[in-house]
């Protein structure tokens, strides 16, 4: 690349965990500044957005967080919510992300300018009424939209009369105290906000489908000594980190192998321990109930130290059913069973198969990305770019999820690879690069196959599947998606768009 080589132009969509690491690094290694479009008030992304009570991070601290900057501070080795959007505004405020985000502008449009080989977006002020369209153009977009954005709201849900709050959504203003609340949902927001809301509120009635797998939480806090070290003896935190990660990488063997000696053993482990701690808690008879007919993994398992044992608390109640409809202040469950409650919690997750929300996405030749995947596999390349979508890089998208590990690793890696393929270009003087179709459709095939044999493919219904295909997760372990994106980016597949030359 030429000193005097004029730096493309570079647009990102969302300031949370992709969204700030896309923008350092493009800084760090090509002097590119590229411009941050962030729909809400602050960075953050999820982070910023749920502040349900008891929201906390799955993935201890030290490995959910940049591996360029490490945080030997972390109070707990599982963070909450407040701790991981402190530590992500520190880490904006020391790269300067601030001065090139631009708060509560959300991006409506993209179309791709055949003629001008850019991409046009089009975005408003979202804390202005009737604010102009500003239309912009881009070399490169690269979206960390994320998959955890559009709350899910059944529309069985949707007739309630009383106060309704999404977990997603939280309203920190309604008092919970002696109020009879029914929480919709066994997922991660209702596993976490439920042992804190059954605390204050008069009783709480958990409505649960199907119940989830609950793995003890290693919950420890980190002693003043323990920081001191990690912060001041050289290459430890590092170390450290490196340790949690290769024992998370050793989870994917049980993931991975569903039937064999070490998954069954695994699954049997989990039952004893789901009724060793029912039957501590002086509750036996919610044994069946809270014991989950698929094994774990096929659909997320969840940690937690107190939710079972919330669970049976004397003003708990477990309906193991789903809701059938809601009317004034009743709930009624699918076998007609009715409740009076004064506040409905929704931890009904997210809806991840409509996670791009109002934002519409136009490729060469007008072609819809929503329309595109609508109705078919969401085909992508090394999980991050897309055949018809010249210099648009997807970040966490459908193929880049995981179960077993911290996705921020995951990011790392898909911005590794689109600042290699932006290098390319730039080394080779070309306007524009995207995956030829016939080795995404390889691509594709490959990851489906590779699902055969994992637990994944189990039969049990999550948001990991459509149309009973997986395609929320990465197949393997983080290493070989690392691999796979990050070493191999496999450029000889691309088509490769000359400067003023159009197709």
């Not at 896309?22 to 500044?33: C, D, E, R, S």
């Not at 000696?261 to 004893?272: A, G, N, Q």
């Amino acid at each position: 690349m030429g000193e005097n080589q004029e730096l493309p132009t570079v647009a990102i969509i969302g300031a949370g965990f992709s969204g700030l690491c896309t923008a350092i690094q493009l800084n760090k290694q090509l002097g590119i500044k590229a411009q941050i479009y962030e729909v809400s008030s602050d960075v953050g992304g999820t982070w910023h957005d749920n502040t349900y009570p008891g929201c906390a991070c799955d993935i201890p601290s030290p490995l959910y967080s940049f591996s360029f900057e490490l945080n030997p501070n972390w109070s707990y080795h599982y963070s909450s919510q407040k701790e991981i959007y402190a530590y992500l505004r520190n880490v904006a405020k020391k790269y300067n992300i601030y001065e090139q985000t631009r708060f509560k502008t959300e991006v409506l449009h993209m179309k791709w300018i055949e003629d001008r080989q850019m991409w046009e977006i089009q975005s408003h002020n979202v804390a202005e009424d009737n604010a102009e369209v500003t239309v912009e153009y881009y070399n490169y977009v690269i979206a960390g939209l994320g998959p955890l954005r559009i709350p899910s709201i059944p529309s069985q849900l949707k007739n309630f009369k009383g106060t309704t709050v999404h977990t997603a959504m939280w309203d920190s203003s309604i008092d919970f105290t002696n109020k009879n609340v029914a929480v919709v949902g066994s997922g991660a927001s209702a596993i976490q906000a439920i042992p804190e809301l059954r605390k204050v509120c008069k009783h709480l009635i958990s409505y649960q489908r199907t119940p989830a797998w609950i793995a003890p939480r290693d919950q420890f806090k980190y002693s003043r000594f323990s920081k001191f070290i990690l912060k001041h003896v050289p290459f430890l935190m590092r170390i450290f980190r490196n340790a949690i990660f290769f024992q998370h990488e050793f989870y994917y063997f049980y993931f991975g192998y569903n039937g064999s000696f070490v998954s069954r053993l695994i699954h049997r482990l989990f039952e004893k321990l789901t009724a060793y701690r029912l039957k501590k808690a002086g509750r036996p008879d919610l044994v069946p109930i809270l014991t989950p007919n698929f094994p774990p993994g096929c659909k997320r398992v969840a940690k937690s130290e107190n939710y079972l044992e919330a669970l049976a608390k004397p003003n708990v109640t477990v309906i193991p059913r789903a809701v059938k409809e809601t009317r004034e202040n009743v709930i009624v469950d699918t076998e007609g069973n009715e409740q009076e409650v004064d506040i409905l919690v929704l931890a009904t997750g997210f809806d991840v198969h409509g996670f791009l929300g109002n934002l519409h996405i136009y490729g060469r030749n007008g072609l819809d990305l929503r329309d595109k995947w609508e109705n078919n596999f969401p085909s992508m390349y090394k999980a991050t770019s897309i055949h018809g979508f010249p210099n648009f890089f997807l970040l966490l998208g459908p193929g880049a999820g995981l179960g077993h590990n911290s996705v921020v690793i995951m990011i790392e890696a898909q911005v590794q690879y689109a600042i290699k393929c932006i290098k390319y270009a730039m080394r080779n003087n070309l306007a524009a690069m995207e995956p030829k179709l016939d080795a995404q459709s390889a691509y594709t095939s490959h990851i489906k196959k590779q699902f055969t044999g994992t637990v994944w493919k189990t039969g049990c219904s999550s948001w990991y599947l459509k149309n009973g295909e997986v395609y929320g997760l990465w197949p393997g372990t983080v290493t070989s998606f690392w691999w796979s994106t990050a070493i191999r980016p496999g450029l000889h597949n691309f088509i490769q768009h000359k400067k003023g030359l159009t197709n």
